[in-house]
C-alpha cells in the first residue's frame, strides 16, 4: 500500500480512498477468518457509549421541549424553527463567521512563511521551533487569564509597549468593535504554529529537482516560492486551512474565559450562545436543536472545503 | 548564494529578523507570565509595568498552594487525565491495529467525524445521563468524558504507525500457528512502541488542557485544574500574582512535555494525530 505521494495527512485518502483500494489493492490482506475487528470491540463500545449515542441522543432532544427537574415534551421541530427567528442565534452566526474567516486566513498565511523559515538550517533552529509551538500546546486557560491581565486597559503591559512606539492606548476585550480582532489575534498567536507544522511536514517531502532546474534558468527565491514551492505543498496548506476552519468554528477556551462574549453579546459566537442556551438557562432541547444545526454547518463547510482540496489536486 | 559579501550580510539580518519576529510573541506571552508570577503585588500593578523581578519572590507560588485546594485540583487532574489516557491507550491500540490490518475505512471516518464534532455537543446528553445516574459532579464522570479526547487521539495515531509495521512478519508467526492476539501482543505492539509513546503524549496534553468538560460537569471539589483557576479568577479575586503563578503551575507539564518530547510530538501532528487534537 505504499504509493509514491504518502502524504500521511491526507484526509480523503484515508476516509474514503482507502475502503475502495482495499477491494482491488495488492496483497489482499483483507482475511476475514482472521477478525481483525475483534480488535476493535473494546474501542467501537467506547465510541457508541460516549460518541454516537450523544449525538442520537442530541437528535431526539431537539424535538423536545426540555426543562431540567420536569418533564419532557414532544414538540416536533419548533425548537428548529424558533432558533431561526432567534435573533440572537442569527448574530452569533454571522459573528463567527466572521471570527472564522480571520482566524483562517491570517494563521495560514504566517504559518506558510513560518514554515518556509523554519525549513531552513540555522543555529538552534530546533530550540526556536520548540519555541514557536508552544503556544499551541500551552493549556489555553493558563494562557488566556495572562492575555486578560495584559489586556487591561490601565495596567496592562500591551498598552505600555503601544506606548513606547507612539501608538494611543487600546480598549482590546473592552470595546466591542475591537473585540472580535483582539481574539483573533489570540487566535493567531496559538494557532499559527500548527499550519506551520502541517506545512513544514510538506515541505519535507519536496522534490528538489525543480528547483535544481529553475536557478539554472534564473529564477529568484520569490518565483521558486510562487511557482514551485506553493503549488506543490498546496494539498497540505488545504488541510491546514480546512483543520482551522473547523476550530475556529468551534472557538470556546479564550472566548469564555475572556469575554464570556461581551461586552454585551459583541463576541458572542456560536458556541459560546451553545453553552448560555444549554448550562446556564437549561434549555436543554433548544440547545439540541442548535448543536445540530452547528454541526450540520461544520460539516457542510468541510465538504465545501474537501471539495475545494480535490480540485485543486486535480488542477496540480 | 550568489551575490556581494554586504548583499549576503543583509540577506542573513533580514532571515534573522523574520525568526526573531516569528517567536518573539511567543516567548514575551510567556515571559511575561513568568515575570508576574515571580514578582510582588505592587510591581504586578505598577505603571510603567515592572518587567524584571527585582528582587524575585516565590510569594505567589505559596500563596497558590496555602489558599486553594491546589494539591486537590492538581490530583483530580492527574486521576482524570491518567485515567482517561490509559483507557484510552486499553481500548484505543487494539482498535488502530484492527483497523490498520483489516482496512476499515468506515471506522476511520467515524473518528474523523468525532474530531469535527463540538465538544458541547457530548456534553449535553453526557451531562443528562450523569445526572440520571448520579454521577454528575464525580470524576469517573469526567474520566469518561474525557474519552471522548483520547480514544479518538489514540486510535487515530496508532492506524498510522500500524501500517507502517510490516505484515510479514506476522504471517510468519501466524503460519507458525499463532493467534491473532499473539502476532498482535508479540510482534506488532513492540514495533509500534514509538506509537503508543506518540500517541500517549498527544492525548494527554489536549485531556489535560481540556477545559469545558471539567466546567459543565466539575463539582467543586472535583474539578480539573484548568477549571480550578479560572474559578478563582471569577469568584475570589485574586491578585494578579497568585493567578499567573497558577497559570504557570497548571501549564508547566504540558510545556516541559513539550519542549522533552518535541520530537515525538511533531511526528504525531504530522502523521495525522492533529485531525483529532
Redesign the interface.
Known amino acids: 500500500?505504499s504509493s509514491t505521494q504518502p502524504a500521511?495527512?491526507d484526509?480523503p485518502t484515508?476516509?474514503?480512498?482507502?475502503?475502495r483500494s482495499?477491494l482491488a489493492?495488492p496483497?489482499k490482506?483483507?482475511d476475514f477468518s482472521?477478525?481483525?475487528?475483534?480488535?476493535?470491540v473494546?474501542?467501537?463500545?467506547?465510541?457508541l457509549?460516549?460518541?454516537?449515542?450523544?449525538?442520537l441522543?442530541?437528535l431526539y432532544?431537539s424535538t423536545q421541549d426540555w426543562k431540567i427537574g420536569g418533564g419532557a415534551a414532544f414538540i416536533g421541530l419548533s425548537n428548529y424553527v424558533i432558533l431561526f427567528q432567534d435573533e440572537r442565534f442569527l448574530e452569533a452566526v454571522g459573528r463567527t463567521f466572521w471570527f472564522t474567516a480571520l482566524a483562517v486566513i491570517i494563521p495560514v498565511i504566517l504559518g506558510v512563511?513560518?514554515a518556509v523559515?523554519f525549513h531552513?538550517e540555522?543555529p538552534l533552529r530546533?530550540l526556536?521551533?520548540?519555541?514557536?509551538?508552544?503556544?499551541m500546546?500551552?493549556?489555553?486557560?493558563?494562557?488566556a487569564?495572562?492575555?486578560t491581565?495584559?489586556f487591561h486597559p490601565?495596567?496592562g503591559?500591551l498598552n505600555?509597549l503601544l506606548s513606547l512606539v507612539g501608538i494611543p492606548p487600546q480598549s482590546w476585550v473592552y470595546d466591542p468593535s475591537t473585540v472580535i480582532p483582539t481574539l483573533v489575534m489570540i487566535e493567531v498567536?496559538q494557532w499559527t504554529p500548527?499550519v506551520m507544522?502541517?506545512v513544514?511536514?510538506g515541505l519535507a517531502s519536496l522534490p528538489k529537482e525543480p528547483y535544481e532546474s529553475a536557478i539554472i534558468d534564473g529564477a529568484n527565491s520569490w518565483h521558486l516560492f510562487r511557482h514551485i514551492t506553493l503549488p506543490l505543498v498546496w494539498p497540505y496548506v488545504m488541510i491546514a486551512i480546512m483543520?482551522r476552519t473547523?476550530d475556529a468554528l468551534?472557538v470556546?477556551?479564550n472566548i469564555?474565559?475572556i469575554t464570556q462574549g461581551g461586552p454585551g453579546t459583541a463576541s458572542e459566537t456560536i458556541?459560546i450562545f451553545?453553552?448560555l442556551q444549554?448550562?446556564q438557562f437549561y434549555k436543554?432541547g433548544y440547545?439540541?436543536a442548535l448543536?445540530v444545526v452547528?454541526?450540520i454547518i461544520?460539516?457542510l463547510l468541510?465538504l465545501l472545503l474537501l471539495h475545494a482540496r480535490q480540485r485543486s489536486k486535480w488542477n496540480a | 548564494m550568489r551575490g556581494r559579501p554586504l548583499q549576503r550580510l543583509a540577506a542573513k539580518a533580514g532571515?534573522g529578523l523574520?525568526?526573531l519576529a516569528?517567536?518573539s510573541?511567543?516567548?514575551l506571552?510567556?515571559l511575561?507570565?513568568l515575570s508576574?508570577s515571580l514578582k510582588n503585588d505592587a510591581d504586578n500593578?505598577?505603571?510603567?509595568?515592572v518587567f524584571i523581578p527585582d528582587p524575585p519572590t516565590l510569594d505567589n507560588f505559596r500563596d497558590v498552594f496555602a489558599r486553594n485546594n491546589f494539591l486537590l485540583y492538581l490530583w483530580n487532574s492527574i486521576l482524570v487525565t491518567g485515567g482517561a489516557v490509559l483507557?484510552g491507550l486499553?481500548?484505543?491500540v487494539?482498535?488502530g491495529?484492527?483497523?490498520a490490518?483489516?482496512?476499515?475505512?468506515?471506522?476511520?471516518?467515524?473518528?474523523?467525524i468525532?474530531?469535527?464534532?463540538?465538544?458541547?455537543?457530548?456534553?449535553?446528553?453526557?451531562?443528562?445521563?450523569f445526572q440520571l445516574i448520579g454521577l454528575n459532579g464525580t470524576i469517573t464522570a469526567l474520566l469518561?468524558?474525557h474519552?471522548?479526547i483520547t480514544?479518538?487521539i489514540i486510535?487515530w495515531v496508532m492506524?498510522?504507525y500500524f501500517?507502517n509495521v510490516p505484515?510479514e512478519l506476522e504471517d510468519a508467526a501466524?503460519v507458525d500457528g499463532a493467534s491473532?492476539w499473539q502476532g498482535?501482543l508479540h510482534i506488532a505492539l513492540p514495533l509500534a512502541k514509538p506509537g503508543i509513546i506518540v500517541g500517549a503524549i498527544l492525548s494527554f496534553?489536549f485531556s489535560?488542557?481540556n477545559?469545558?468538560f471539567s466546567?459543565?460537569l466539575g463539582g467543586k471539589t472535583t474539578r480539573t485544574?484548568?477549571?480550578a483557576?479560572?474559578n478563582v479568577?471569577t469568584f475570589e479575586q485574586i491578585s494578579?500574582g497568585p493567578?499567573?503563578a497558577a497559570?504557570?503551575l497548571?501549564?508547566l507539564p504540558?510545556?516541559l512535555?513539550?519542549?522533552v518530547a518535541?520530537r515525538q510530538?511533531?511526528a504525531g501532528?504530522?502523521?495525522?494525530g492533529?485531525?483529532d487534537?
Open positions: 500500500m500521511p495527512l484526509l484515508i476516509g474514503q480512498g482507502a475502503g482495499t489493492g496483497g490482506r483483507y482472521r477478525k481483525y475487528w475483534l480488535f476493535a473494546p474501542a467501537v463500545v467506547t465510541i457509549a460516549v460518541i454516537v449515542f450523544p449525538w441522543f442530541t432532544m512563511a513560518a523559515v531552513r540555522f530546533g526556536l521551533r520548540t519555541v514557536f509551538t508552544m503556544p500546546m500551552a493549556t489555553p486557560v493558563a494562557v487569564l495572562v492575555w491581565m495584559m490601565q495596567l503591559v505600555y498567536w500548527l507544522l502541517i513544514l511536514g483543520l473547523i468551534k470556546f477556551d469564555f474565559v458556541n451553545l453553552y444549554a448550562f436543554l440547545a439540541s448543536v452547528f454541526f461544520i460539516v468541510s | 532571515f523574520s525568526v516569528l517567536v510573541p511567543a516567548i506571552v510567556f511575561w507570565m508576574l500593578t505598577a505603571f510603567p509595568p483507557v486499553i481500548v484505543g487494539p482498535a491495529y484492527g483497523i490490518r483489516a482496512k476499515s475505512a468506515k471506522f476511520a471516518f467515524l473518528i474523523l468525532a474530531r469535527i464534532t463540538p465538544a458541547l455537543s457530548y456534553l449535553i446528553p453526557l451531562f443528562l445521563v469518561v468524558t474519552l471522548v480514544v479518538p486510535v492506524i498510522g501500517e505484515m501466524l491473532p498482535f496534553i489535560w488542557n477545559f469545558i466546567v459543565v485544574l484548568p477549571s483557576i479560572y479568577l494578579w493567578l499567573a497559570a504557570l497548571v501549564t504540558v510545556l512535555l513539550t519542549v518535541q510530538i511533531v501532528l504530522s502523521a495525522g492533529l485531525k487534537g
